[in-house]
């Protein structure tokens, strides 16, 4: 197990956005949060960041507690965040924002062999490499994000709506990648509306309603519950 969410509350005020919710990642896994807006899935996200302090519960990641560490220190440890709205630097070129990914490397060799590495995964972005990050389109800026999260090397990423906003073909281009980092041994905590999507490259996968984890089990399982499917995927089986 490389990540333990145990019995975690987190409130906003007088609201409860979490209510005593509990979920592993284990090494090697895509893990899937899904639920409707405003279930708390970017919420467990945050937490898991260090972004939000739980008032109840704890976060471990290998063994360890994590739940009062800062959000850099987290980073440090290798838990990398790609942010809803994909929050990249508009201004700033897509070199620049592939740089401010690995700010906490220090060595200029790994970096560069990060550079190669990213620009073999999504070559438009070697391709526009000295354009400003605001000037591309809503997918390339999807992948300059994760691009971004890639160059500081996580051992775990966690994925907030990466289909957000984008067309079909995008979303199948986006999640294809998702799976490829996957493959290279990066733990993946993804949270999604589109349930299909992410179920069909989970591992396992947690309903969030309401604050609670509702249901959990093998993806494959959820993709085919009657709950699952009426509530998320349309109503329409799978098969």
Do not use: C
């Amino acid at each position: 197990m490389i990540l333990n969410v145990d019995d975690i509350s987190v409130n906003y005020g007088a609201i409860n956005a979490l209510r005593d919710i509990s979920f592993t990642l284990n090494e090697g896994e895509i893990v899937a949060l899904i639920g409707a807006n405003g279930a708390g899935k970017s919420t467990s996200l945050n937490t898991v960041s260090g972004l939000l302090r739980p008032t109840t519960g704890k976060v471990e990641y290998l063994g360890s507690d994590i739940t009062s560490v800062t959000p850099q220190a987290i980073v440090n440890l290798g838990i990398i965040q790609v942010p809803e709205g994909r929050k990249i630097f508009a201004k700033m070129s897509v070199w620049e924002n592939l740089e401010m990914g690995a700010y906490t490397v220090k060595d200029r060799k790994v970096i560069q062999e990060r550079y190669e590495m990213v620009y073999e995964k999504f070559p438009r972005l070697k391709e526009r490499r000295n354009q400003p990050g605001g000037t591309l389109s809503g997918g390339e800026q999807q992948m300059l994000a994760i691009a971004r999260g890639l160059m500081a090397g996580p051992k775990v990423l966690l994925l907030d709506e990466p289909s957000m906003g984008l067309s079909p073909i995008l979303v199948e281009q986006i999640f294809d990648i998702i799976q490829e980092i996957n493959k290279t041994g990066t733990s993946i905590l993804l949270v999604e509306q589109n349930a299909l999507m992410a179920l069909a490259i989970a591992d396992r996968g947690y309903v969030l309603d309401t604050g609670r984890i509702v249901l959990q089990g093998n993806a494959d399982d959820l993709l085919h519950n009657p709950t699952v499917i009426n509530a998320y995927l349309g109503g329409e089986t799978t098969d």
